[in-house]
């Protein structure tokens, strides 16, 4: 049903514009719900004079309450007759507090709008149908793509399984991440570099292998004013436990956990001196020799990461490429060349792996910066 005195195509536009509006907001604590994802809510109401907002929700600081309670809260009485804008599917199960389809319900909302329907089996459908049980008009799937894309990290998780896989890679201008024994090389400029804190801020875990974290002693934290507690776990993929106790990133660990991905053979005192310096082992299995990157995923998902932000080096990124576990493929590329002697990276602009699609073009200072995802 339109709204007053609305055409189709004219209520089509409006919810599309506020449903963009919901997506924005919900970006607001982006990375910091715990496993829930981060979900946008607003409520919208029409009295002859055009549409108003009357509330605003997003999915609390460490997941709840969710969105919906605290739109509704704001919205009051005003939330009678109104249509509710949600980028989730408004949930069906009792938590700390009611289902949320229930308190949409409640209020007396009469026409709900979402975005993408919940995986999550307590809530898959039966959000929606409860309300449309009650006669509550429900339009679903508006920006189904771009709320998708938000929240990534979530369905990812949920449906398999496993983390969300974003692959960042520093390209020099002839198409090299660094070179052999010279430590971290300075690629992209202070601007692009703020802008991987901000990604680093918004992932639950960056992971690295041993040669990166030998190579390079790198701490992997957020180094962003008022944003250093925002630092994601660490995870080193290391069969044979080489990190080194003085290594910046055990250094680092009393305020940023940091998980070593070991095999079970692995030197047990070695093990046994990181442990003593606060390190955690994720025991993993091994497959022709190499960690076994599926069933690690499953047990980073475990520990409640939904989104593992994969900064290096040229063999991890390959491992995860061929194995088909990347899902985000983030490029920065600066403008000096580094030369012959540069390590190729293992992919650029021109060579994205098919079934990839790119989402945007961005510049950072004198950085370039291009983003590619594939379907959940
Ligand atoms: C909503 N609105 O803002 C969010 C929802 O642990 P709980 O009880 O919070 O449940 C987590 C589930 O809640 C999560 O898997 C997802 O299905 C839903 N998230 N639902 O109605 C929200 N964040
Ligand atoms: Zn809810």
């Known amino acids: 049903m339109a709204g007053p005195g609305r055409s189709q195509a004219e209520q089509e536009g409006l919810d599309r514009r506020f449903m963009a509006a919901a997506l924005r907001l ?52 005003l939330a009678r007759g109104a249509t ?11 938590g700390r507090t009611p289902p949320c389809a229930n308190a949409l319900l409640n209020a007396g909302v009469t026409r709900v709008v979402g975005a993408v329907s919940d995986p999550d089996p307590r809530v898959s459908g039966k959000g929606y149908a409860i309300l449309r049980a009650a006669g509550v008009e429900v339009v679903e799937r508006v920006l189904a793509a771009e709320a998708a894309e938000q929240m990534a990290g979530y369905l990812i998780r949920s449906l398999k399984k496993r983390p969300e896989v974003i692959l960042k890679l520093a390209l020099s201008s002839d198409g090299k991440i660094g070179m052999e024994g010279e430590g971290q090389v300075s690629i992209t400029g202070d601007i692009a570099r703020r802008e991987v804190y901000l990604m680093r801020a918004e992932a639950d875990g960056i992971l690295i292998g041993i040669g990166t974290a030998l190579e390079d002693d790198p701490a992997l934290t ?19 436990i080489r990190l080194p106790e003085t290594s910046k990133l055990v250094a680092g660990v009393d305020r940023v956990p940091l998980y070593v991905a070991a095999c079970a053979e692995a030197d047990p005192y070695r093990r046994a001196a990181l442990e003593r310096a606060g390190v955690r082992f994720i025991g993993t299995e091994t497959y022709e020799g190499d960690i076994a990157l ?47 002697s540069g390590i190729v990276s293992p992919i650029d602009a021109n060579h994205i792996p098919a079934g990839f699609r790119k989402l945007r073009d961005m510049r950072f200072g004198e950085d370039s910066y291009a983003e590619w995802i594939r379907d959940i």
């Open 294 to 340: 599926p069933e690690l995923l499953e047990d980073l998902a475990a520990l409640g990461m939904a989104s593992v932000l994969v900064e290096g080096g040229a063999k991890v990124a390959k491992a995860f490429l061929a194995e088909g576990l990347v899902d985000r493929i983030v490029l920065f590329q600066g403008q000096e060349p580094i030369g012959r």
């Open 84 to 94: 509710a804008y949600v980028t989730l599917e408004p949930c069906a199960h009792h």
């Open 222 to 240: 957020v180094r962003l004013p008022g944003l250093e507690n925002r630092s994601p776990a660490r995870i080193v993929l290391d069969r044979q």
């Open 26 to 77: 919900s970006r607001k604590n982006a990375g910091r719900t715990a496993t829930n994802p981060s979900v946008g809510t607003l409520i919208v109401r029409d009295d002859g004079t055009g549409p108003m907002i009357v509330g605003t929700g997003v999915t609390a600081v460490g997941g709840r309450p969710h969105a919906e309670t605290e739109a509704l809260a704001e919205a009051g009485e």
